[in-house]
């Protein structure tokens, strides 16, 4: 492995359930036209993050479950459990499918950490997303569409890296991940136009890797 190589989530288990107890979909507090649930779980929890809101793109279904488990995929409950757990509600099998389809299609082609050293052992996710799905959206809290940087790393990384953003990129921050989160990372949702999303993640990468290089000023 080499520095700003990538780092590519698993996704560890996805299943359809095709007609949800209606008694338990109350506890999703699903609507009477969702039907069908698709779960899905996976290693690194800002990637399927990610790629959940991409399923609200491509499939007509719902973010009504998304969780990062604590401590991380290393002290997770299960072989199949991962760093966390995302639940679509459709109104059918069909949507279901197609949901967790383009949501894993994403997560392994599209939604990756980055390494900041040759050992992979400091990792960021500098992800810019042209335009937000129902999911991002609404937990940043902007119309749907959007352009926005999806930005993590560990906690002092991650505030470089936010701060030297905000001052390179016409952005404003929606969103901060204060340290400590499940995963005891930190962050920050970006939004501007395409071009200054992608000079936001530019700048915060930039602004990891330095810290990489250099930990210690005094």
């Not at 998304?66 to 991380?72: K, T, V």
């Not at 389809?101 to 040759?118: G, H, I, L, N, R």
């Not at 050992?119 to 937990?139: N, V």
């Not at 890797?209 to 000023?217: D, G, H, Q, T």
């Amino acid at each position: 492995m080499a520095v700003l190589d990538p780092i590519r989530p698993t996704i560890l288990a996805a299943r359809v359930i095709d007609n949800v107890d209606r008694g338990f979909a109350e506890r999703f507090e699903l609507r009477d036209d969702q039907r069908s649930l698709a779960l899905v779980t996976c290693d690194i929890d800002d990637c399927l993050y990610a790629s959940l809101d991409e399923a609200t793109k491509k499939a007509d279904v719902e973010v009504v479950y998304a969780h990062s488990f604590y401590a991380g995929s290393a002290h997770a409950s299960g072989p199949l459990s991962g760093e966390i757990i995302g639940v679509l509600a459709a109104p059918d099998p069909a949507e279901a499918r197609a949901g967790l389809e383009a949501c894993v299609a994403y997560a392994e082609t599209k939604a990756y950490f980055e390494a900041a050293t040759d050992d992979g052992s400091l990792a960021f996710f500098a992800h810019p997303i042209s335009r937000t799905g129902s999911y991002l959206s609404k937990e940043a809290g902007v119309e749907r569409g959007t352009s926005l940087a999806y930005l993590i790393a560990p906690p002092l990384e991650a505030t470089v890296a936010l701060d030297r953003a905000l001052k390179t990129a016409d952005v404003q921050m929606k969103v901060w991940f204060a340290p400590p989160s499940e995963t005891n990372f930190s962050g920050g949702f970006l939004v501007g136009d395409q071009s200054a999303v992608v000079a936001a993640c530019h700048a915060f990468r930039e602004g990891v890797l330095e810290v990489a290089r250099s930990p210690r000023e005094v």
